[in-house]
């Protein structure tokens, strides 16, 4: 991602389909219904799509603007428009740097299931008992882990930001369809429907506090928000591209994926547990538990639970890619050092940090931050505490160093900017309000001070 030679996308389709690739990933289809499982269902969903319609929308309109106006990164973007605000780009850059290593280690289980389905171990893969006793190994999760990180590494060495667009040009639809497919074989087995009314069917009763942080900590993750992706993204965007309706149809893509991989869980969970809160809650290992029972009952399963993992893997590759080049290119850039040396860093750094996160499954799972485990506490520094620090300061530095207009003027280069009131309104008042209110209850929360 260096400045002098900018590849740029060769249009809307595939900047929009690039950008989708670093969205669409593990957020989408391993965090997001494990999430939506345990904050309530349906009142989840209805706080999440609320949000992204509103804040989602007015800081990745805001991101890939940055960046197109300025044709920089996160760092220079920020560091060219004032000064005063190169540190925002620097902590932004520091958060995939966090996510990156516990990213692959899911990713790595990921791989290992793709290789069970292909071994002929899908059957394993459905007993309740599989994902627990994999996970808690010390040699092979962690092997999976590196093989993932590894290939990351691998690509991003050989540069990748044609192949990102080729890729997500070809892989982006037919996760789409598959993900059709899953859902509604998901939704038609008997006893689902219970399923259904808890993941559509809003249940104020269930709503707190923690819903809207939980949804608001997805939202930034699952949408490359507030890390400085979407800026990156935007600098080789075509300034005669629709950046509005780029970001509609990103954000669709999104949702959509996000909408579509809870439909193939969340009733699963039901069909399978009883759709008991413990069933509920069981967090990240939700996706691995419930999904190769639905492959299991299905004819055919194996064979759609291969192309499901493969295309899953490949989701999760494009947004490591992503999260590994953000970090990489900053290393270049700031210690003037080879694209080799920088990879190798990153890769080292990754490696021991991921070590941490594998093992906190395994013969570290007495080991506690704040009460948490490795893993768990890396997504809650990233996404409940670095995350809205910086989509804090972006709304500050948006709505009221460059002004909203300066926004404007550049979405506007390439057609009318339908919804600018909404735009300013949440940008100057509504999301620092409730940015600052969540995020200070989250971190409350988190010390056990005050509980939501
Ligand atoms: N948005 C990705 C996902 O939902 O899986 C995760 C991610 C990718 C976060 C790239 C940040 C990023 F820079």
Known sequence: MNNEKRSGFTGKIGFVLAAAGSAVGLGNIWRFPYLAAKYGGGIFLLV????????????????????????????????SLNKKYSFLGYLAALIPAIILPYYSVIGGWVTKYLYEFIAGGAGETAKDAFFGGFISQTGEPVMWFMIFLGVT?????????????????FMMPVLVVLSMFIAIYSVCMPGAMA??????????????????????GQLFYSMSLAMGIMITYGSYMKKEVSLESSVTQIELFDTGIAF?????????????????????????????????????????????????????????????????????????????????????????????????????????????????????FFDFISNSVLMPIVAFFTCIFVGYVIKPKAIADEVELSGKFKRKALFTFVIKYLAPVCIVLILVSSVLDAFGIFKI
Do not use: H, N
């Open 48 to 79: 999440y799509i609320l949000l992204a319609v509103t804040f989602g929308f007015t800081l990745m309109i805001a991101e890939i603007a940055l960046g197109r106006k300025t044709g920089l990164s996160a760092i220079g973007a920020f560091k």
């Open 153 to 169: 590494a691998l690509i991003v060495l050989c540069g990748v930001e044609k192949g990102i667009e080729k890729v997500s040009k």
């Open 195 to 216: 399923g259904v009314k808890y993941y559509i069917m809003p249940d104020f009763s269930k709503f707190s506090a923690t819903t809207v942080l939980a949804a608001m």
């Open 260 to 376: 579509l991989a809870g439909l193939m869980i969340i009733p699963a969970v039901f069909v399978f547990s009883g759709g008991t809160p413990e069933a509920l809650g069981k967090g990240p290992s939700l996706m691995f538990v419930t999904l190769p029972k639905v492959f299991e009952s299905m004819a055919g399963g194996t064979y759609i639970g291969i192309l499901f993992f493969l295309l899953v893997l490949l989701a999760a590759l494009t947004s490591s890619i992503s999260l590994m080049e953000t970090v990489v290119s900053i290393l270049c850039d700031k210690l003037k050092i080879g694209r080799k040396l920088s990879c190798l860093i990153v890769f080292l750094i990754s490696v021991a940090l991921g070590l941490l996160s594998s093992l906190g499954y395994g013969i570290w799972a007495e080991v506690k931050i704040i009460g948490l485990q490795f893993l768990d």
